[in-house]
């Protein structure tokens, strides 16, 4: 079982509004990944957690907060945000496979409107 | 720094015929992974196939081959036999392996490809 769940898949909000994205794995992976994607462009990595820590920040703006509360969830805290954040929001999980390298796992993504 | 280049933005097959997407990487690094993604336009990043830079033969998986040529530093993907369902956008990626992980994903710009009954 390779499944990533993330909600809701779809979200239209004001640029006054707070939200938050939601990721789940159930696979035991060690490793969690927000990526955005803009149309017709590769996805852009955000954030990485290892083992619930933060790993990596790509220099993302303040208004994306994530957090890790557990091994298996992910969350994406929105604030403030602009209409040219308005993308797909991919998270992701991976573990380290003797046959399969750290191979990454997508859920099927939030598709994310500021209005 | 690492370097994937697709330079097929779209390509368009007749079904059951097989089609080779084109990929080729840079990187100074002896230890990395190439791997290729499918997303349909429901937007899902569908994990295809993986190969490791020691790998010496190439990886298959069902209808999905890796043609992996190291030293052109290539890695096209064959998809043999088409099916309609095979129209999508096609990524190709790259990470280093190093002991520490967490290892981002390098993308190309992906190439479009059309299945024509």
């Known amino acids: 079982d390779t499944e990533v769940t993330q909600t809701p898949k779809h979200l239209v909000m004001g640029m006054t509004n707070k939200k938050s994205l939601k990721c789940e794995q159930h696979m035991g992976h060690r490793a969690m990944y927000w990526y955005k994607q803009k149309a017709k462009k590769p996805p852009e990595l955000m954030f990485v957690y290892s083992y619930e820590k933060l790993s990596i920040n790509e220099s993302v703006p303040s208004r994306f907060s994530p957090e890790c509360p557990n091994s298996s969830l992910l969350n994406l805290h929105l604030h403030a945000l602009q209409p040219e954040d308005s993308a797909l929001y991919l998270c992701?999980?991976?573990?380290?496979?003797?046959?399969?390298?750290?191979?990454?796992?997508f859920g099927p993504g939030t598709r994310l409107l500021v209005l | 720094a690492q370097k994937i280049t697709q330079t097929q933005p779209g390509m368009f097959v007749q079904e059951k015929e097989a089609v080779t997407l084109d990929c080729t990487y840079d990187?100074?690094?002896?230890?990395?992974?190439l791997f290729w993604y499918k997303q349909p336009s429901s937007g899902e990043m569908i994990f295809l196939i993986y190969q490791g830079s020691y790998d010496e033969q190439n990886a298959t998986e069902g209808r999905y081959s890796l043609n992996f040529q190291k030293a052109r530093k290539s890695a096209n993907l064959v998809i043999s036999a088409s099916q309609l369902g095979d129209s999508a956008m096609y990524f190709c990626?790259?990470?280093?392996?190093?002991?520490?992980?967490?290892?981002?994903?390098?993308f190309g710009t992906g190439t479009r490809l059309t299945i024509i009954p």
């Open positions: 990187t100074s690094d002896q230890s990395y992974g």
């Open positions: 990626a790259m990470s280093l392996i190093s002991n520490f992980g967490n290892e981002k994903l390098t």
């Open positions: 992701a999980s991976s573990h380290r496979d003797r046959v399969l390298g750290e191979t990454q796992y």
